[in-house]
């Protein structure tokens, strides 16, 4: 297969090959091996490559194409976020901490792709813990952008949105707790999606801030971020935040006539200040879903404003709660020498194990939940999180939809942004729909200064399929997702 | 808002988590710049309102308190830095 063949395949392509037999998975997944070889040492999408697990999985994949038994994913190469649990797979979350860590079961979301005959290639890289907006926090190495090997690729889900963005693999899971889907599938210029809180489970994603942690899919275009969302979503009982009755056939409802829907443009998302070309390229977006036929009306959020605030005490305090776990007892990364007793030994492990942006979430979560301060941070932002939902709800009883920039810019480059604050204020567009359990989707919408712009949509809870339909509606009408970055190709 | 060393120490402390006094200093300033944007959110007005835990309404979930076969001892040990025999090993706790 040609480099050029590659750039276009996508999951619904490879699907047509495999089953009319121009291709074998295990064809298929060799050239993804070698794609890997060839690119990753440039991107450092991959913390892990699994490749003898891969091929054999490829001969199963194949045995069940021949004999007819083929799922939509079967024979697909993929790779996961490296926060995902996988049995007999180091899962490191890209920490210290876990370097050497095996499950020994596999999370939900890998459980029901493997059922499916899905091909792990191996495991992407991320910021520590999944905190973070740039990929720079791996304890291992940044990962760097495929348009411009300077940049960043966005966080923390930098390693799946590179490595789908490169060719490294067809598709990728992240997870998405402030905008770590949508920001790096931005900035790197491909598709990433946050299912509604609850739709898909959280079984065996190492938990980060868990009201807020939602896994989805980072693929080329809308239809194959549909079939993926179709493989991972529903019920799952190990999961007691999981939401009953997800039955959405999210391919079949897939529409691309939007005519006639409403989209909300919220004015506190366009702030002074903002760079000129992402600015460009979203109005020119709401211009193209005018002449689809959707009506604009300006809407209005006002606490948007608290939103960045109050994810900054719910996400670290949950996280600080979260991590206590790891006390290299259990498993993990212990530390050596001649220690006091069993809290000296905690407190060495966690000072050699965790990195800086780590231990800076954990303190700022204790802080926050500590005594004399629960009132004034962590409940006074749960408060705050009411009033933003219930804002959501009622901009949603007049709009289907709202539309917002991914990010306030395009990607920077690798150790521009030092400031933990200037970090955090990425995710500035991205954290309200955590914070209400929106679905929420980033799409390519143009290009500023030869990078990426992307597209945010949002809609209110269980509308997943509302906000595909619309990006689909817009990705048909444009070429945006076509464009790849020249380095590659 | 100001934070002292002392307290930095103090969640350094709660957090189990050792640290240098450079970078003690170093966390000091990062906190008190982080908690300095934070703190826009004692301007808004929360009365009467109720705190929301998760996005989406939960009920508790509860199952059948059934025995099941769990974790054969050598698999949950497999991981554990420190063990003896079938325990995983810690330094003195009293």
């Known amino acids: 297969m040609s480099q050029d063949e590659l750039k276009n395949l996508t999951i619904h392509e490879a699907r047509k090959m495999l089953d009319s037999r121009k291709i074998s998975s295990k064809e298929l997944t060799n050239i993804f091996l070698e794609r890997i070889q060839k690119v990753d040492q440039s991107t450092n999408a991959y913390i892990t490559v699994t490749t003898e697990f891969a091929l054999q999985q490829a001969d199963i994949a194949d045995e069940k194409i021949r004999i007819g038994e083929q799922k939509p994913l079967t024979g697909i190469p993929m790779q996961l976020k490296d926060n995902m649990s996988t049995a007999g797979i180091k899962t490191t979350c890209a920490s210290k901490m876990l370097e050497n860590y095996i499950p020994s079961y596999n999370c939900t979301v890998a459980d029901r792709l493997f059922s499916e005959g899905a091909i792990l290639l191996g495991k992407g890289n991320l910021d520590e813990f999944a905190m973070g907006s740039s990929t720079e926090n791996s304890y291992y190495a940044s990962t760097a952008n495929p348009w411009d090997l300077k940049r960043v690729p966005g966080g923390s889900s930098g390693g799946p949105a590179a490595a789908v963005s490169a060719d490294e693999c067809l598709f990728s899971l992240g997870s998405d707790t402030g905008g770590s889907i949508r920001q790096p599938a931005a900035f790197c210029g491909v598709v990433g999606m946050k299912p509604t809180y609850g739709v898909v489970s959280r079984f065996g994603l190492i938990a980060f801030a868990s009201s807020l942690d939602q896994i989805g899919p980072i693929t080329k275009n809308v239809q194959d971020s549909a079939i993926v969302l179709n493989a991972i979503s529903g019920y799952d009982p190990k999961d007691s935040t999981s939401i009953k009755n997800v039955s959405q056939d999210y391919i079949s409802n897939l529409k691309s006539n939007i005519s006639g829907m409403k989209l909300g443009v919220p004015k506190e998302y366009f702030p002074d200040g903002m760079e000129e070309g992402v600015k460009k390229s979203v109005f020119q977006a709401i211009e193209q879903f005018k002449k689809l036929g959707v009506e604009i009306k300006e809407v209005s959020l006002p606490h948007t404003d608290y939103a960045l605030a109050v994810y900054y005490i719910i996400a670290p305090s949950e996280a600080a709660a979260n991590l206590a776990r790891y006390d290299g007892v259990k498993y993990g990364f212990s530390s050596k020498g001649d220690l006091e007793d069993i809290f000296d030994d905690i407190e060495t492990t966690r000072q050699g194990g965790f990195g800086d942006e780590v231990k800076r979430r954990i303190m700022i979560g204790t802080y926050a939940l500590s005594a004399g301060y629960y009132d004034a941070y962590y409940l006074k932002a749960q408060k705050i999180r009411t009033i933003i939902r219930e804002e959501f709800n009622e901009v949603f009883k007049n709009v289907d939809a709202l539309i917002t920039p991914t990010s306030p810019t395009v990607a920077f480059k690798l150790g521009e942004v030092i400031d933990p604050l200037q970090m955090y204020l990425n995710d500035v567009f991205t954290q309200p729909a955590n914070i209400a359990g929106l679905p929420s989707i980033s799409i390519p919408c143009g290009i500023s200064e030869g990078l990426p712009v992307g597209v945010q949509l949002m809609s209110s809870p269980m509308n997943d399929g509302v906000v595909l339909n619309l990006a689909n509606a817009f990705e048909q009408s444009t070429d945006w997702h076509d464009l790849k970055p020249e380095i590659f190709i | ?94």
């Open chain 2, 1 to 94: 808002m100001g934070l002292s060393l002392d307290q930095v120490k103090k969640i350094a402390k709660l957090s189990r988590i050792k640290m240098t006094d450079e970078q003690l200093k170093n966390m000091r300033i990062e906190l008190e710049n982080i908690f300095n944007h934070i703190d826009v959110i004692q301007k808004a007005d929360t009365e009467k309102i109720e705190p929301t835990g998760h996005s989406v309404n939960l009920d508790s979930v509860f199952r059948n308190d059934v025995v099941e076969k769990s974790a054969p001892v050598k698999e949950a040990l497999k991981n554990a830095p420190k063990q003896e025999d079938d325990f995983f090993t810690v330094r003195k706790i009293i």
